[in-house]
Each structure stands twice: as C-alpha cells, then as structure tokens.
C-alpha cells in the first residue's frame, strides 16, 4: 500500500514558529506573512508569481553588469582617464536604488503574496494579497483581490483582525487558527465572486 501523507499531517510534523518578541508588531507582521504564502502555496492550490523578486533581480543584475563593465574598463585605461565613467556608474548606482524603491513602493505595494489558479491548463484566477500592520497597533488587516479570469470579474474583501489570537504566551504561532483565518477570508472571496 502506497504511504500517503495529507498537507494536515504534514503541517503537523513541521517545527513550530517561534517569534522571539511576541510585542515587536515587525516581527509578527513578517511572521504571519511568510505563513500566508505559505498557506496560499502549498495548501491553497495556488501558483506563486514570483513577477517582483525578478524585476528586482533585473535591476539588481543591471547594477552588477554596469560596475563590473567600469571595473575592466578602469583597469585597462586607468582611473584617470574613467573619472567620468565611475561617476556615471555612481549616478546609476542611485538611479537603479530609486527605481526599485519606487517599483517597491507603489507598484508591489505590500503584495506578500501573488498567484495563479489554473484549472487544468486554463488560466481560471489570479489573487492578490497585501497584508498591513502598524508597528503599535495588534491590528492586522489582510488584503484580498481575486479576480476571475474566466469571466472578468473580480472581488476585493478585507479582513482585520487582532494578532493576539494567534500567538501563545510563549510567541509560537498557532497555525491551524491562523491557516483557518487565511482558508475563510478566501472562502470570503470567492463567495462574494459568485454573488454577483
């Protein structure tokens, strides 16, 4: 008999997550949303876009190419003769920082999270989530948008709620609650979707 193994049982097995400052509201925020691409990923069904991670590798390849060029360059003539070359370098340098600040700031967006739901070959859904968490504040608010596909329609839902709930006394995150919370709000989603 073949040996089959649930994601539930799997979830059990793993090593629990710890946060070592259960009050650092950047440390929970970042906690709770590795365990939402996580969930979304594995358990979810969805297929991870991974878009920003490559324009910021793109920008960041660029920047490499860009000094490794001046570098030879430098070497070959003299540093004399590329002053104004390792200027332009340094000026890119600062050019390509901006653009992915500015790509981070207004076009991911707080996007934790991006994926693809495909029914059988066809592209059915895409979802999106952004999640917020002021740094005093208990409050986390969860960002969804789906949209479908298939028929052009697509639904925004927000879900806020107090981090206290999901972490322990000693900081470890109770995730069947939280993968529960993350499972309704989608549910939530996907219900409001078919409404209309």
């Known amino acids: 008999m073949a040996n089959t193994t649930t994601a539930t049982e799997t979830n059990k097995d793993q090593e629990p997550i710890q946060v070592d400052n259960k009050y650092d509201g950047k440390q929970l925020k970042h906690t709770l949303d590795d365990e939402i691409a996580r969930y979304l990923g594995n358990e979810g069904g969805y297929k ?59 076009i991911e967006n707080n996007e934790i999270f991006a994926a693809f739901l495909y029914d059988g070959k066809t592209h059915a859904g895409t979802v999106s989530v952004t999640t917020e968490m002021h740094q005093y504040s208990p409050e986390y608010h969860i960002h969804c948008l789906y949209t479908n596909e ?34 309704d709000a989608v549910s939530k989603v996907h219900k409001h979707l078919h409404q209309e």
């Open 150 to 183: 298939l028929t052009h329609k697509s639904v925004r839902c927000k879900v806020t709620t107090n981090v206290e709930q999901w972490f322990n006394e000693d900081g470890q995150l109770m995730k069947d609650a939280f993968d529960q919370h993350i499972k």
């Open 48 to 106: 991870q876009s991974h878009q920003h991670a490559y324009v910021k590798l793109v920008f960041g390849y660029l920047s490499c190419f860009i000094a490794a060029g001046q570098f030879l360059y430098e070497r070959k003539h003299g540093f004399d003769n590329v002053k104004f070359g390792t200027l332009g370098c340094v000026l890119f340098f600062w050019v390509f920082q901006s653009a992915i600040w500015l790509y981070t700031r207004f």
